[in-house]
T-cell receptor, first 116, second 116 residues
């Protein structure tokens, strides 16, 4: 049972344009969402996050949008740069006390390729 | 520089052998985690530990064991009972859960385990 899904395995974008990566979730108890970026043979790097009490969070070129009613979040990268080419994972967390402390549920990842 | 160190980067295992993957952090984080990544899949939680001398099973703990004798160290043993151990293994850590920022996990660069 995949509670966090990234339905697009890959995305190709031209440099300077917008990249939109999507993520859907099914568990209504999730109250915090994160995006990670991963290069080959390296560990994921935290990118940006959003709490369920917000619908938007922005950090430089990266903006995450949350639509709770649709159980959907998206990551916008504007403008996209070739160095953004990587695998992007969305992750979700629920605050259920000590039994699920810090536990993250990850999507399958989307490979973003930004062409010069 | 604070961070998470995983060693070795590549590891080969013979059939029927146990192997131990090392994870050390100097971030003074209380919580540590082990994930497994397979091609085309997201990260799946194997074990996690909120505090020294305590750890909990994740979603795919069968065939694995861990120990947490020191705050800095969280080694993972892949036992011979794990029938499909070939994967990329990632260790992570996080600060005590203090609101939203405590949810982000910091990752090492991983160990790739292969069967000979």
């Amino acid at each position: 049972d995949q509670q966090v899904k990234q339905n697009s395995p890959s995305l190709s974008v031209q440099e300077g344009r917008i990249s939109i990566l999507n993520c859907d979730y099914t568990n209504s108890m999730f109250d915090y969402f994160l995006w990670y970026k991963k290069y080959p043979a390296e560990g994921p790097t935290f990118l940006i996050s959003i709490s369920s009490i917000k619908d938007k969070n922005e950090d430089g070129r990266f903006t995450v949008f949350l639509n709770k009613s649709a159980k959907h979040l998206s990551l916008h990268i504007v403008p996209s740069q070739p160095g953004d080419s990587a695998v992007y994972f969305c992750a979700a967390s629920e605050d259920a006390g000590g039994t699920s402390y810090g536990k993250l549920t990850f999507g399958q990842g989307t490979i973003l390729t930004v062409h010069p | 520089d604070g961070g998470i160190t995983q060693s070795p980067k590549y590891l080969f295992r013979k059939e029927g052998q146990n192997v131990t993957l090392s994870c050390e952090q100097n971030l003074n984080h209380d919580a540590m985690y082990w994930y497994r990544q397979d091609p085309g899949q997201g990260l799946r939680l194997i074990y996690y530990s909120q505090i020294v001398n305590d750890f909990q099973k994740g979603d795919i703990a069968e065939g694995y064991s861990v120990s947490r004798e020191k705050k800095e160290s969280f080694p993972l043993t892949v036992t011979s009972a794990q029938k499909n151990p070939t994967a990329f293994y990632l260790c992570a850590s996080s600060i005590p859960h203090q609101g939203a920022r405590g949810r982000a996990q910091h990752f090492g660069d991983g160990t790739r385990l292969s069967i000979l």
